[in-house]
């Protein structure tokens, strides 16, 4: 049986694919992605996007309170997902070396990579929690379907 969130998951997906037909624009397909994330998901506290420029990292479309613009080279979660090129679940922000708090009011975190249509990393998708210990494998999971969307079609 599918959980709550699951079910949350797949219904902001479908609705994503049926908005992101009418436009195959980037930012707008980010701005509209963060907004249903950030008021249709319990706990998500700050949703947005840190996207490569010339070699640094920096703040795109978010939902959520005043975010740091640039994010200091190579270290953080943010670059972690970058230069790893795979997800990252921080549990407990405190013990995670190197993290840039933006918001000291943010417990836990998960970091997606962007893939774009030429399969190269040109970012992240960057969810907080107020909450500890917030997310999981199914938002790791889901969330790597729907950053996925925007390169699609
Ligand atoms: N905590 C991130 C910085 C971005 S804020 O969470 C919005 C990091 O360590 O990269």
Redesign the pocket.
């Known amino acids: 049986m599918k959980t709550s969130k699951e079910g949350r998951y797949s219904r902001i997906k479908e609705q994503l694919q049926d908005l992101f037909s009418r436009t195959s624009g980037m930012l707008p397909r980010m701005a509209t992605l963060n907004a249903l994330l950030y008021h249709k998901m319990d706990g998500f506290f700050?949703v947005?996007f840190?996207l490569l420029n010339e070699g640094k990292?920096l703040?795109g479309p978010?939902q959520?309170s005043l975010?740091?613009m640039e994010?200091p080279s190579k270290?953080?979660?943010?670059?972690?997902?970058i230069t790893t090129g795979n997800t990252v679940i921080?549990p407990d922000?405190h013990n995670?070396p190197?993290?840039?708090?933006?918001?000291s009011r943010?417990k836990s975190?998960i970091?997606v990579p962007v893939y774009d249509r030429n399969n190269k990393v040109i970012g992240?998708l960057?969810i907080?929690s107020r909450e500890p210990d917030h997310f999981d494998q199914v938002d790791a999971e889901n969330l790597g379907q729907i950053v996925a969307l925007i390169f699609k079609g």
Do not use: N, P, Q
């Open positions: 700050w947005g840190y990292l703040v978010y959520g975010a740091c994010l270290k953080g979660v943010c670059w972690t997902g921080v922000v995670f190197g993290h840039i708090a933006c918001d943010s975190e970091v992240v960057d907080d």
